[in-house]
């Protein structure tokens, strides 16, 4: 009988080695290898936490592919839409300061904030601002900030809300958005008395320890060890300016490192608890029960690998369950900069995943963490980076084609007959404001009055729809424009939308309704 139970008792620490096996940072090393040599990025940094201690956290290629120096576990990405996660932490603080209520009503704390219609405006709670159920549609209203470098403010955000047209009804389906996080920014500064890049950098980067970490990009006075955001729609990979947050950070402001985010989510391994022996406490067990509680049910992951049941969206956190364990996770994008942190609370297990290059940076970031999430969850070598660089490879290929012909036809297009005396003027939507449209020189252009990177020539199309080549072209963002004209043939109106299948969603430019002013 002892023999059996000595056997039984191998067996199960058996088991659990393989099912919870822990990479060596040279497995790290060598799977990151592979996957620099599949995907186009310039640069990556990763590290890993298990029960308590950071056990892997390093930098691989270049924060600049022209400068050439190589990235450290300290270097600095725009961990973007990760920021989401601090946001929902500040509020908790202050939930448990008595300050606030998750249920507070928005209007409460700010007057004049206003939804598309009566009953929406006076029942948005702080809880509907963090959770994408307003029932408006994915990103709308981000190409007020998308490209960067638009003069809206928050009087203009706060507005705009009335004007967006819902597509579900409130409360009832999951669409990602920004803006109403830039609100839940501006409900921090107005209770605390502080701005929301303050509040995030005095009470939690300072407790954390999180000393290399800046709310802001133009908080950062030393920028060597910045990365610098690329993308690689050419082939080769291309610097690209700092993208510059606007309003508030609360959406996606952060720059931050592997070395610190790993504090970040040691904190929340711990409950909220930190520092030597535990003994500080950000936030409470039951503050972050609030935050890792599904308030929007989202799609379940249909691979039979995982067993999956559940997913769906907490407070600035995507939740799931894999293989019978809690996950806890979110991406982040910008121009050149992508990123993902997901923990595994069962195990223990936090990992973070940093990249500075568009669109690659996606596919290098869901392979590695795959990989690695695998490994400690017992499962087989599912051949993840191979997976991934094809799926973006054929995704690519396919958006390519699609552009491709779109110019083609432009090429052919005969524009003889076109008088552009038609389409001039100026057009203006309810929350976007105006767009000129005008002859520059013997050409037809398009400006933004208030985003002044979104203007470019436009090109003759077919019937009343020109494309648009923007100036702008960090990301891929070539729009049609398509004209209603009069019975004279004056064009009336104009809509938008996004010219390549792989259109970042944040350039919404289908939720415009432009409709001809006059002048002054």
């Avoid at 890792?292 to 939740?319: C, M, Q």
């Avoid at 690695?372 to 396919?398: M, P, R, V």
């Avoid at 203007?455 to 648009?468: D, L, P, Q, R």
Wanted: with cysteine; charged share 20%; net charge neutral.
């Amino acid at each position: 009988m002892k023999k059996i139970i000595f056997i039984s008792l191998l067996f199960s620490l058996l088991i659990t080695n393989v099912c919870y096996s822990q990479y060596s940072s040279q497995q790290v090393d060598s799977i990151m290898g592979d996957a620099m040599d599949k995907f186009n990025v310039a640069g990556v940094a990763v590290a890993i936490v298990k029960d308590g201690k950071i056990i892997h956290s390093k930098g691989y290629g270049v924060k600049s592919s022209v400068t050439k120096s190589p990235v450290n576990n300290h270097t600095n990405f725009a961990i973007a839409s990760n920021s989401k996660a601090f946001t929902t932490a500040a509020l908790a603080i202050l939930v448990e300061e008595g300050k606030i209520t998750w249920q507070d009503k928005v209007k409460s704390h700010i007057p004049n904030f206003k939804m598309y219609n009566p009953y929406v405006t006076e029942n948005f709670n702080i809880q509907d601002l963090l959770t994408h159920r307003s029932g408006l549609g994915l990103g709308i209203g981000d190409l007020m900030f998308f490209p960067d470098g638009s003069s809206f403010t928050i009087d203009d955000l706060l507005s705009s809300f009335q004007h967006f047209k819902p597509v579900s009804a409130f409360r009832t389906k999951f669409d990602y958005d920004n803006l109403l996080y830039l609100v839940a920014g501006e409900v921090i500064k107005r209770v605390s008395g502080m701005s929301w890049e303050d509040f995030i950098t005095e009470r939690i980067f300072q407790p954390l320890n999180m000393d290399n970490s800046y709310a802001s990009l133009d908080r950062i006075k030393d920028k060597k060890n910045l990365a610098k955001p690329h993308n690689s729609n050419s082939g080769a990979l291309k610097v690209l300016p700092d993208f510059q947050e606007m309003i508030n950070g609360a959406a996606g402001g952060i720059y931050s490192n592997v070395d610190d985010i790993s504090n970040w989510m040691l904190m929340h391994l711990n409950n909220g608890k930190y520092g030597d022996s535990l003994k500080n406490k950000l936030f409470t067990k039951e503050s972050q029960r609030e935050m890792w509680k599904i308030y929007t049910v989202t799609d379940v992951n249909r691979n039979p690998r995982y067993n999956s049941h559940f997913a769906g969206y907490g407070l600035g956190w995507e939740l799931s369950d894999i293989k019978g364990n809690m996950s806890v996770s979110h991406t982040g994008g910008l121009p050149g900069m992508l990123s993902k942190t997901i923990m595994i609370p069962d195990i223990n297990l936090g990992l973070v995943i940093l990249t500075n290059t568009s669109d690659d940076g996606a596919g290098i970031f869901g392979a590695v963490s795959n990989t690695i999430i695998d490994s400690y969850l017992g499962l087989d070598d599912f051949g993840w980076i191979d997976k991934y660089a094809e799926y973006f490879k054929k995704n690519k290929e396919n958006g390519d084609a699609v552009t491709l012909k779109v110019w083609k036809t432009v090429e052919s297009a005969d524009s003889s007959n076109i008088n552009y005396d038609n389409y001039i003027g100026i057009f203006k939507d309810a929350w976007f404001g105006k767009i000129e449209v005008f002859m520059n020189g013997n050409k037809l252009w398009m400006k933004s009055h208030k985003s002044p990177k979104l203007n470019g020539e436009m090109f003759f199309y077919n019937a009343n729809t020109f494309a648009i080549k923007w100036e702008y072209q960090d990301m891929n963002a070539d729009a049609f424009a398509m004209f209603s004209l009069d019975q004279e043939g004056k064009a009336q109106s104009l809509k938008m939308k996004g010219i390549s299948p792989n259109i970042d969603f944040s350039f919404d430019f289908h939720d415009l309704d432009l409709i001809r002013v006059d002048n002054n």
